[in-house]
Nanobody, 125 residues
Framework: QVQLVESGGGLVQAGGSLRLSCAAS????????MGWFRQAPGKEREFVAT????????DYTDSVKGRFTISRDNAKSTMYLQMNSLKPEDTAVYYC??????????????????WGQGTQVTVSA
């Protein structure tokens, strides 16, 4: 079973930047599709971004397009989410997830098999 560990969250002012990291404990999971999701207080978990196993295909929810960039370094078994021009509405707990045995990215949380513990991102106005 793989473990995913997020890091990089914190408190930032609106317009600022953060880079989240998600490290996978098992090297074999480095080549599976992965994604970022977030959950704000009182709201359901929502899709943020996803990336294919080799990193060639990415997809974003409309609200973060042009501001967030998802990437991965399979040699380091790590996925990233670069977040620029942050807004207060980006405040949430951010989770990374991996699709076991799947290379294709997905927007559906139900299609992911393993999840990290989450990292808090707070954007002040």
């Amino acid at each position: 079973q793989v473990q995913l560990v997020e890091s990089g969250g914190g408190l930032v002012q609106a317009g600022g930047s953060l880079r989240l990291s998600c490290a996978a404990s098992a090297r074999t999971y480095s080549y599976y599709a992965m994604g970022w999701f977030r959950q704000a207080p009182g709201k359901e978990r929502e899709f943020v971004a996803t990336i294919s196993g080799r990193g060639y295909t990415t997809d974003y929810t409309d609200s973060v397009k042009g501001r967030f960039t998802i990437s991965r370094d399979n040699a380091k078994s790590t996925m990233y989410l670069q977040m620029n021009s942050l807004k207060p509405e980006d405040t949430a707990v951010y989770y990374c997830a991996v699709r076991q045995d799947r290379l294709q990215p997905s927007r559906r949380g139900s299609e992911y098999d393993y999840w990290g513990q989450g990292t808090q991102v707070t954007v002040s106005a």
